[in-house]
């Protein structure tokens, strides 16, 4: 893997990791506006810890497909996923 598609797919790992983790502990704030009953954004929405642990489990999730992506497990040359030979 060259360094230009290993940064690629960190951003997208991250971007994904990011929407998997923006949910979590996300309560709305208790009284809702009394004209329109819109509750508006969560009270404490954590982004800095969310961005944090979006990271580490992006970067987790590279070094997993780092390793299938170099190593012999999924090759299309040999194994399962090789083509037959003529």
Not at 64 to 84: E, H, K, M, N, Q
Request: hydrophobic share 55%; glycine share 8%.
């Amino acid at each position: 893997m060259n360094p230009v598609s290993g940064v690629v797919l960190y951003i997208v790992l991250w971007f994904l990791a990011l929407f998997v983790v923006l949910p979590i502990g996300i309560r709305p704030v208790s009284d809702a506006d009394p004209a329109s009953g819109w509750r508006g954004a969560p009270e404490t929405p954590m982004l800095l810890k969310k961005a944090l642990g979006t990271t580490v489990l992006a970067a987790v999730l590279w070094g997993l497909c780092y390793l299938v992506i170099t190593s012999d497990y999924l090759s299309f040359r040999s194994g399962i996923l090789a083509l037959p030979e003529k």
